[in-house]
């Protein structure tokens, strides 16, 4: 079975693939309100070179394919581009993730085509905070979205909540007691310092804050396989709900990395931290043949970093998170 390793003796078994760039939200940590510089249309990848490069990834090992964005359920066509991925024979685990404000027509769809998984963001659920953050008063169609990906059975579901000291961090308890009840994952997140937008953000040690929540909840530990993803995780004795706490900043994770990115134009992104790419969608126009991409990608994780350094280096990375997907 081939295999992608790195370097640093990394499997990579991971793909994120941006299928869009824009987003119908402006949270102040990730994209600036009056930004201009989205992708230009023609740049985009169809939803078929979409499937080719993923293909291609999926054999040479990639098992998991995450879509996320920009927001994905903004792209034209995103259920049928779903469906595509995963009738691929040996994708075993297709995700996306969504900020939830389109979800509410589109959950059922998703789960019909294929989608294994949902990881929603929501970091207030306060109304007045939820808008501060996210620069638009629709909670209310974030909430609804989250019913409905219920009802479609989707489960689990995770909550992706951005912890911003002074701006959000005194809701973690509301939001715990949340996920308690409906059964959810919280993961709690670390801003990171990716464009300007995230460089100005306060973040929260949640290595710390994680532990001491867990304790206040009476949350146990959860050992989770290799591969399981970067977050630390305690669930609750009984019901399925369980928290994580995602910390770039106060604990990297990366010697258990196992991703790579694809933007909307079909670079590849080698670490989200660090600046290293392939043109793996120029070289497709170029018209590349299977085996040369194939190449290409394998000389990209031949290269891939051995780490952030966001915080040795926080002004590294220039593009914001909506261009990478998250
Ligand atoms: N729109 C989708 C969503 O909301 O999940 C997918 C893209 S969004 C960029 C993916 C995740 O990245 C979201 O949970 C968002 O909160 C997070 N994010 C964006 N900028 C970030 C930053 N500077 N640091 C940490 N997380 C960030």
Same mark, same amino acid.
């Given at each position: ?15 994120? @693939? ?5 987003? +119908? ?7 600036? #309100? ?23 990834? =999926?054999?040479?090992?990639?098992? #998991? ?56 963001? /929501? ?15 629709? /909670?209310?169609?974030?909430? +609804? ?12 579901? #995770? *909550? ?5 000291? +002074? @701006?959000? =961090? +005194?809701?973690?308890?509301?939001? =715990? ?7 959810? @994952? ?19 040690? !949640? ?15 959860? @050992? /989770? ?17 369980? *928290?994580? $706490? ?15 990115? *694809?933007? $909307?134009?079909?670079? !590849?992104?080698?670490? /989200? ?12 126009? %170029?018209?590349?043949?299977? %085996? ?11 290269? #891939? ?11 590294? =990375? $220039? ?8």
């Amino acid at each position: 079975m081939p295999a992608l390793i790195d370097p640093f003796q990394r499997r990579i078994d991971y793909l994120r @693939v941006s299928v869009t760039d824009r987003c +119908d939200l402006r949270c102040t940590y990730c994209l600036p #309100k009056g930004f201009k510089g989205f992708e230009e249309p023609a740049h985009w990848l169809t939803h078929d070179e979409m499937t080719r490069l993923v293909g291609l990834f =999926v054999s040479l090992g990639v098992s #998991k394919v995450r879509l996320t964005g920009g927001e994905p359920l903004l792209r034209r066509g995103i259920t049928t581009l779903a469906s595509k991925l995963s009738a691929l024979p040996r994708l075993k685990d297709l995700s996306l993730s969504s900020n939830g404000t389109q979800l509410a027509r589109h959950a059922s769809d998703l789960r019909a085509a294929g989608v294994h998984r949902l990881n929603i963001s /929501l970091d207030s659920l306060d109304a007045s905070c939820f808008a501060r953050i996210t620069g638009r008063d629709c /909670l209310g169609d974030v909430l +609804d979205g989250l019913r409905a990906a219920k009802e479609a059975g989707f489960d689990p579901i #995770k *909550l992706n909540m951005v912890v911003q000291a +002074d @701006v959000n =961090v +005194d809701e973690v308890e509301r939001m =715990v007691a949340f996920a308690l009840q409906q059964g959810f @994952v919280l993961r709690l997140i670390e801003p990171m310092p990716v464009g300007d937008t995230g460089r100005a953000t306060q973040g929260v040690n !949640l290595t710390q804050l994680g532990e001491s929540l867990a304790e206040r909840h009476g949350l146990i530990p959860q @050992v /989770l396989g290799q591969g399981a993803g970067p977050a630390r995780y305690w669930r609750a004795p009984h019901g399925s709900m369980s *928290l994580g $706490v995602i910390t770039p900043m106060s604990q990297h994770f990366c010697a258990s990395c196992n991703r790579v990115r *694809l933007g $909307v134009d079909g670079t !590849l992104y080698l670490c /989200l931290g660090q600046n290293d790419r392939v043109e793996l969608g120029r070289l497709m126009r %170029a018209g590349a043949s299977d %085996a040369d991409l194939i190449d290409a990608i394998q000389a990209g994780i031949a290269a #891939k970093p051995e780490r952030h350094e966001f915080n040795e280096r926080p002004e590294r =990375v $220039v593009r914001f998170m909506s261009q990478t997907g998250g």
